[in-house]
């Protein structure tokens, strides 16, 4: 039996207006190959970090909870030396519960709360889209998730045990959901992500760009809020990482790594000595001042997605240390890439090359390009020059790419009433429907 597809929202231009379109037999069958064959293939890849970051910190947690001080813990590691907790103290409180369960358990429940989260962010940012092209959400929502399974970031999130997808989560509510509705939470989630992991607080500044001022005034509140409660409970710790441990980048790997694809990793593999920290500085400034304007304009012109995914991009690019699991922003920056190309009111060459950009984008993240050496797919003696630059430094060519490619779609609904934007690729006026 097909099912008829949604027809509300725009497809491209006017003429595809209450066309209607059939979701039957060969699509279902497709997501069913796409789900068994994503299935297949985590079970061929496997568990290969076998959830090395969350053990070590569950270990140090564990020992916190043992009375003794949670960054005190350290753990020998032959390639990167001792490794402890490096996260703010607030993100030791927010772990403490698990602790309470044995080491399988915790993962699990661990894994079946980040899986959840991936879902939900996955539908949220999937849902609006299918039903502007005309389809069914929980039918875009199905052919997603499984392809997004396989990208780089998300599979090693997984199997590394990161909380990379909660942040995501948080942010993505409160961005997306919280501040849209101009819900008196708006900021709580941001928040609630910059206690726990430092790079989220780049969002507070897109918040204040565009003008949001009690969703950041509210970010920063729940951050300070949430770390003095932290610090009521590991006053000695909390003292200790913010005088001292913070400033300690070597903390959490060497940054000349090929997994640390933030702008210091690039200059770091450039020379012996480490990053140049002037040339650092310069393009910082750069990016914080294109990639934010770039934001801001965005979320001006209704397309709250790509103002959030190239904040996120500047976050990652001007951070010391990103590792390839950090870059799930990868995911909306696909959403964004996909409905822009199937926009058919742009011109054709910009819709070839944005499916085009998606494509690399999807190909060499879900075959981890920078992975390439570890997979003897290339030789590290064999490659030399710009090819080994493009290798080794390949997601942050993407995310320059990206920063400069994205594109600002039309603004989105007006809640209660049909309003008449420009887009801004072509400058035509069209009339968004109301969305109930």
């Known amino acids: 039996m097909a099912i008829t597809r949604a027809t509300t929202g725009r497809v491209g231009s006017a003429e595809h207006a209450g066309q209607a379109g059939r979701v039957g037999p060969a699509h279902l069958a497709a997501v069913a190959l796409l789900w068994a064959g994503a299935v297949a293939g985590h079970l061929w890849y496997g568990n290969r970090h076998d959830f090395f970051d969350f053990n070590i910190y569950y270990s140090a947690v564990r020992w916190w909870a043992d009375g003794h001080d949670v960054y005190s813990y350290s753990r020998p590691d032959p390639v990167q030396g001792a490794l402890g907790f490096t996260y703010p103290p607030f993100a030791a409180v927010v772990l403490r519960p698990l602790v309470e369960l044995p080491l399988g358990a915790a993962q699990a429940v661990f894994g079946a709360i980040s899986a959840a989260v991936l879902a939900a962010v996955v539908w949220r940012l999937v849902a609006p889209v299918a039903v502007r092209h005309g389809y069914p959400p929980w039918f875009a929502v199905a052919l997603v998730l499984p392809l997004v399974s396989w990208l780089e970031p998300v599979r090693e999130t997984f ?13 993505v509510a409160d961005v997306l959901v919280a501040v849209d509705r101009r819900s008196r939470l708006a900021g709580v989630g941001i928040g609630l992500a910059a206690a726990i992991k430092l790079t989220p607080a780049i969002f507070v500044v897109y918040l204040l760009l565009t003008r949001r001022w009690r969703a950041a005034a509210t970010a920063v509140g729940t951050a300070v809020a949430v770390n003095l409660a932290g ?55 750069v990016v914080l001042g294109y990639g934010l304007w770039r934001a801001r304009r965005a979320a001006l012109a209704g397309d709250e997605v790509t103002g959030l995914t190239l904040t996120a991009l500047v976050g990652c690019l001007v951070s010391p240390v990103t590792w390839s699991h950090h870059l799930l922003w990868f995911i909306p920056a696909l959403v964004v890439l996909v409905d822009a190309a ?15 950009l998606a494509l690399v984008l999807y190909s060499t993240v879900s ?62 006026p069209y009339s968004t429907p109301q969305h109930k």
């Open 159 to 171: 199997s590394f045990g990161q909380i990379n997808v909660i942040l995501l989560g948080l942010v």
């Open 367 to 428: 075959f981890s390009v920078i992975s390439w050496y570890d997979w003897h797919v290339v030789e590290r003696s064999t490659t030399t020059g710009l090819a080994a630059v493009l290798i080794g430094d390949w997601y942050l060519a993407l995310m320059i790419a990206l920063l400069v490619a994205l594109p600002v779609r039309a603004g989105g609904p007006v809640r209660g009433r049909s309003v008449t934007v420009k887009t801004p690729l072509t400058d035509r």
């Open 342 to 356: 199937a926009d058919t009111g742009r011109a054709r060459w910009r819709r070839w090359s944005l499916a085009t």
């Open 231 to 285: 610090a009521a409970l590991l006053w000695h710790d909390t003292w200790w990482f913010w005088t001292d441990l913070l400033w300690r980048t070597e903390r959490v790997g060497h940054t000349d790594r090929l997994e640390n694809q933030s702008l210091m990793g690039a200059l770091a593999r450039l020379g012996d000595g480490g990053p140049n920290r002037l040339a650092w500085a310069l393009l910082v400034v």
